[in-house]
Nanobody, 121 residues
């Protein structure tokens, strides 16, 4: 499986962006898809996850209520809708695929290349 993240860019504080992650190859129904981010000088941070076959989601406290993860199985695409963006949301955003319902990055074995989100104040 290959993952291709897109949709990043420059946005003002309070704005919105939608990230996409197109997957090539078969994604099994047991898969879990997640979004992570990494800001300069910081460790990679879990944001949200969703089961590929069910609308079961989980969010980090830092984004719950502002970000929404979703997927379109027919398009083999994962999304992250982000609202009320803050300067501290500035980071490279990664999509990932794993097989465990987990917020730990080491449980994800396929990663996209990352897309940069910059939020200006």
């Amino acid at each position: 499986v290959q993952l291709q993240a897109s949709g990043g860019g420059l946005v003002q504080a309070g704005g919105s962006l939608r990230l996409s992650c197109a997957a090539s190859g078969r994604i099994y129904s047991s898969s879990v898809m997640g979004w992570f981010r990494q800001a300069p000088g910081k460790e990679r941070e879990f944001l949200a996850l969703i089961r590929w076959s069910r609308d079961s989601t989980y969010y980090a406290d830092s984004v719950r209520g502002r970000f929404t993860i979703s997927r379109d199985n027919r398009k083999n695409t994962l999304y992250l809708q982000m609202h009320s963006l803050k300067p501290e949301d500035t980071a490279v955003y990664y999509c990932a695929k794993g097989s465990r319902y987990s917020s730990h990055q080491y449980d994800y074995n396929f990663w996209g290349q990352g897309t940069l989100v910059t939020v200006s104040s």
